[in-house]
Every structure is written in structure tokens, then in C-alpha cells.
Nanobody
């Protein structure tokens, strides 16, 4: 029904950049709070960035703030994660997630996201 498909992952050297894309279908995208999560081996899943349906609110984890930028193209039902100045610690599987947004304040990295993509691998080497 609801499908989220990530792309753009790969292997880069530290200091490099990648842009992840997440295309969605089957949901009212303009009302969807979209987020990027990541999970590295031995670590808990981390909410990296979130963007509200109207794109008025963006939230980032402290570990990526200033390096990553989340954006969305509502005409294409797509959310992006621009990752700059990548560090080895950014190595993880990155997941796109979505939830129906009631109010802007409900769009948070700590909210419940019922819809998930399959993930895309990001590997950063030193």
C-alpha cells in the first residue's frame, strides 16, 4: 500500500558528499511528516533529520547538524537528504520514514513513524 523507496547510497571517502532520495507512494504526501533514520551495527536507530509537510520545520540530530540538509519536493513526492562533510561515524543503513502529520509539532525525530523504506547503505571510509 504505502511504499517508500530510498536511493543514492554508496561508498565515499571521509569529507565527501552524498544525496539520498526517498520516493513515496500510497499516502497523502503533502500531509506527511518525513524523516531520515539511520542504524549502524551495535547502535540504536537514530533519527537523523525530519521535515514537516509544509517544510516549515526541519529538525536534525546534533551529530549531523550543519552537515546534513533535509528537503522535499512535494510535486514529486520525494524527500532528500544532502549529506556533506561525511565522517566515518556516518556509516550506517539509512531509512526513509513517514507519518501522517496532525500538527507541525507532531513532526519530530522522536515521533512514531509507521511507514518505512527498505534502507540504503552508506559507507564512509577514512
Amino acid at each position: 500500500q504505502v511504499q517508500l523507496v530510498e536511493s543514492g547510497g554508496g561508498s565515499v571517502e571521509a569529507g565527501g558528499s552524498l544525496r539520498l532520495s526517498c520516493t513515496t507512494s500510497g499516502l497523502t504526501y503533502r500531509r506527511a511528516c518525513m524523516a531520515w533514520f539511520r542504524q549502524a551495527p551495535g547502535k540504536e536507530r537514530e533519527g537523523v533529520a525530519v521535515i514537516s509537510g509544509e517544510a516549515s520545520r526541519q529538525e536534525y540530530s546534533s551529530s549531523v547538524r550543519g552537515r546534513f540538509t533535509i528537503s522535499r519536493d512535494n510535486d514529486k513526492n520525494t524527500v532528500f537528504l544532502q549529506m556533506n562533510s561525511l565522517e566515518v561515524e556516518d556509516t550506517a543503513i539509512y531509512y526513509c520514514a513517514a507519518r501522517i502529520q496532525s500538527v507541525v509539532s507532531s513532526c519530530s525525530r522522536h515521533a512514531d513513524f509507521p511507514y518505512w523504506g527498505q534502507g540504503t547503505h552508506v559507507t564512509v571510509s577514512s
